[in-house]
T-cell receptor, first 112, second 116 residues
Framework: IAGITQAPTSQILAAGRRMTLRCTQD?????MYWYRQDLGLGLRLIHY???????GKGEVPDGYSVSRANTDDFPLTLASAVPSQTSVYFC???????????FGDGTRLSIL | AQSVTQPDIHITVSEGASLELRCNYS??????LFWYVQSPGQGLQLLLK??????LVQGIKGFEAEFKRSQSSFNLRKPSVHWSDAAEYFC??????????????FGQGTILTVHP
């Protein structure tokens, strides 16, 4: 079934550790996005990618980095995790501007 | 900058009752508007979208939404709620311009509880 796969499903991580959240889509969508979801704040955009080889900063990019080496993969890296990065992270993709975004099932990350 | 406000954090309705979830947006041009639903532990699923044309938009699961430019609103409605509709609902506005290539700005979400 076509869609977005995120891994891991959940993770508990010690502060200061490096962590990469994986996101893979098989729909050949050009655009991909990373959001974090926090209670009462909805979803906030961390980083996005218009197409393979390009990335951009969203609303809350600090402490996160991304890469887009190919169309299908869009990993999100926390170089040195801090407790405030405890959240649920969603990856999404779309065919283009203002087209509906398709979401993965999320990664629940706890930083201790 | 674009923004979305969902005034109701939590709404409780009885099964079979009608439902309206409010959404107000701030955007300089004609907005691209979406409603998503999120069940516990799941990702977001698209309910419906408005790009242009008819201001009353039909979506999946019996939902509809009406775009009212004069009120900057895009309220979600359902005539008869089912227990399976209990979830969190998010309104979102798309970025029609700029360099962000269609990023969405989400409201804070409205949690819907359905009583039997």
């Amino acid at each position: 079934i076509a869609g977005i796969t995120q891994a891991p499903t959940s993770q508990i991580l010690a502060a200061g550790r490096r962590m990469t959240l994986r996101c893979t889509q098989d729909m050949r969508h050009n655009a991909m996005y990373w959001y974090r979801q926090d209670l009462g704040l909805g979803l906030r955009l961390i980083h996005y990618s218009n197409t393979a080889g390009t990335t951009g900063k969203g609303e809350v990019p600090d402490g996160y980095s991304v890469s887009r080496a190919n169309t299908d993969d869009f990993p999100l890296t926390l170089a040195s995790a801090v407790p405030s990065q405890t959240s649920v992270y969603f990856c999404a993709s779309s065919t283009g501007r203002n087209q509906p975004q398709h979401f993965g099932d999320g990664t629940r990350l706890s930083i201790l | 900058a674009q923004s979305v406000t969902q005034p109701d954090i939590h709404i409780t309705v009885s099964e079979g009752a009608s439902l309206e979830l409010r959404c107000n947006y701030s955007y300089g041009a004609t907005p691209y508007l979406f409603w998503y639903v999120q069940s516990p532990g799941q990702g977001l699923q698209l309910l419906l979208k408005y790009f242009s044309g008819d201001t009353l938009v039909q979506g999946i699961k019996g939902f509809e939404a009406e775009f009212k430019r004069s009120q900057s609103s895009f309220n979600l409605r359902k005539p008869s709620v089912h227990w399976s509709d209990a979830a969190e609902y998010f309104c979102a506005v798309g970025d029609a311009g700029g360099t962000s290539y269609g990023k969405l700005t989400f409201g804070q979400g409205t949690i819907l509880t359905v009583h039997p």
